[in-house]
């Protein structure tokens, strides 16, 4: 069964930076699109990044310029790079599988991490 398991969140003042991972179990890791969403508190789940051999990396317009999505197939891991951290950038990150090697259906979920952007 797949599984998918992020971490590398944490505290971090505004403008610094900080690297998510997630780590698939299970195989075929590298023909599927894998993407990063996020969720703050009293808002919806949106989506921050995809990355897939497809459609490339895409990225939401409110952190193009800022994040960077990368994948180590040989590791069964997917990155999120974030940098210049904002406030409005605290949310639960979510990772996600999508259930083909196009970004369009979410498949399976990781448990989320959570990134704190304070002073």
């Known amino acids: 069964q797949e599984q998918l398991v992020e971490s590398g969140g944490g505290l971090v003042q505004p403008g610094g930076s900080l690297r998510l991972s997630c780590a698939a179990s299970?195989?075929?890791?590298?023909?599927?699109?894998m993407g990063w969403y996020r969720q703050a508190p009293g808002k919806q789940r949106e989506l921050v990044a995809t990355?897939?051999?497809?459609?490339?990396?895409n990225y939401a317009d409110s952190v193009k310029g800022r994040f960077i999505i990368s994948r180590d197939n040989a590791k069964n891991t997917v990155y999120l790079q974030m940098n210049s951290l904002k406030p409005e950038d605290t949310a639960v990150y979510y990772c996600?599988?999508?259930?083909?090697?196009?970004?369009?259906?979410?498949?399976?979920w990781g448990q989320g991490t959570q990134v704190t952007v304070s002073s």
């Open positions: 299970g195989r075929g890791f590298g023909i599927y699109a």
């Open positions: 990355i897939s051999i497809r459609t490339g990396r």
């Open positions: 996600t599988r999508y259930s083909g090697s196009e970004p369009i259906t979410p498949g399976v």
